[in-house]
């Protein structure tokens, strides 16, 4: 009964969190634009973040690890966060909403590392049961999604903002109800950090899915200005929020399945194969309707790379250390590949514009994914189990 409840807290915590990323991430880009600033400005800022996260998620992991404090630093990047988002609604001018943002990143990076990581905690031998959890995050996603598009059309961008700022406030009183029980370290801090990161099969991994999070990097910060282009409205925006959501279920309700059969090698093979597909869809899609269609593959696209980064981690992660893996999966993916997806986009978007931005995205994936594929073929199965495919 007492887990029972705790995994009802930790659906809740997934709605509500995807639901405020729903109505404030998708439609930053667009706020940008409504305040004048270019595409290399856009992607500047939107690089900000993956920039910050890629030092701030494993220094607060590592911080709640060593000082085993993961419940109150959930909090507090919790309450920074949404301080922060109310401070950026108030602000004009890009060299003031560029500390803004930085100060965001800094708080908002260790949520979903050390809350994955607390879930893997409390689910112990039941990892495979992650996805069903996560599930509820894109449930969330799917339905603040279509009603942020109509707030927004209807009454500008400010919803945007208000609706993040409610559904994080309601998130961290739920956060308060977490039973966060972190794993006692087998050894200490900073020797559990050296045996982690002298894993050979680590670094492997860390590579790909940084091109993997690069990738994603360009549709998470471009794909709205791309649509605009199209003249497509803000509900069709959100409509398109939703099919990637309704993507999701089905892949997060089988991850379990998945991950059995495949492994995190062949959970990410997937992946990178459905963004290759997925960016050139985008690339020659000249109909808003044609987008809702490409969005489809959204769930074998990022569903697949996140729930084999996070069972690797949390695999490899030396006992104790489940909230700095976590950290350094999400700085890898959010922070370099997020980096480089934003400021290398915004270039491609104001030098060959969005369709050939997805071509370049794409064929870069695909590249890195024949290397990935030729890598995987040479290494021996046995010395490498965790990354094998199939």
Do not use: C
């Amino acid at each position: 009964m007492k887990m029972k409840k705790s995994l009802t807290y930790v659906k809740s915590f997934y709605f509500l969190y995807y639901g405020a990323w729903a109505f404030f991430l998708p439609f930053l880009a667009l706020y940008y634009r409504e305040l004048h600033f270019t595409g290399s400005q856009i992607g500047l800022l939107a690089s900000i973040p993956p920039l910050v996260s890629l030092f701030a998620a494993p220094f607060w992991g590592g911080f709640a690890d060593a000082t085993r404090r993961h419940k109150r630093v959930l909090i507090t990047a919790m309450a920074g966060g949404g301080l922060s988002v109310l401070a950026l609604s108030q602000a004009r001018g890009f060299w003031v909403i560029a500390p803004i943002v930085a100060v965001y990143a800094f708080f908002t990076a260790t949520i979903m590392p050390l809350f994955d990581s607390s879930v893997l905690a409390l689910l112990g031998e039941r990892r495979d049961l992650y996805g069903s959890q996560r599930l509820w995050g894109a449930v969330g996603w799917g339905i603040a999604g279509p009603i942020a598009g109509w707030l927004t059309g209807q009454y500008g961008l400010g919803w945007s903002f208000a609706g993040y700022l409610i559904m994080i406030f309601i998130g961290l009183l739920v956060a308060r109800k977490l039973a966060v029980i972190p794993a006692p370290p087998s050894e200490p801090f900073w020797s559990g950090v050296r045996l982690l990161l002298s894993q050979r099969r680590l670094l492997i991994f860390l590579l790909t899915v940084f091109i993997s999070g690069a990738g994603l990097s360009v549709v998470t910060n471009f794909l709205f200005l791309y649509m605009e282009a199209m003249h497509a409205t803000r509900a069709v925006m959100g409509m398109a929020l939703a099919v990637a959501t309704i993507s999701e279920l089905p892949v997060l309700f089988f991850s379990g399945q998945m991950l059995r059969r495949w492994g995190p090698g062949g959970l990410l093979v997937i992946s990178m194969a459905a963004f290759v597909l997925r960016a050139y869809g985008y690339a020659i899609a000249d109909a808003p309707w044609q987008i809702l269609l490409i969005q489809l593959l959204h769930g074998l696209t990022f569903s697949t790379m996140w729930v084999a980064g996070v069972s690797f981690a949390a695999e490899i992660a030396p006992k104790g250390l489940g909230a700095t893996a976590q950290g350094l999966f999400s700085s890898t993916v959010a922070g370099f590949g997020g980096i480089t997806g934003s400021l290398v986009g915004g270039l491609l978007l104001d030098r060959f514009g969005g369709s050939g931005m997805f071509f370049w995205a794409g064929s870069t994936v695909l590249v890195s994914l024949v290397i990935f594929l030729l890598a995987n073929r040479r290494q021996p199965r046995r010395s490498e189990p965790s990354i094998a495919i199939g």
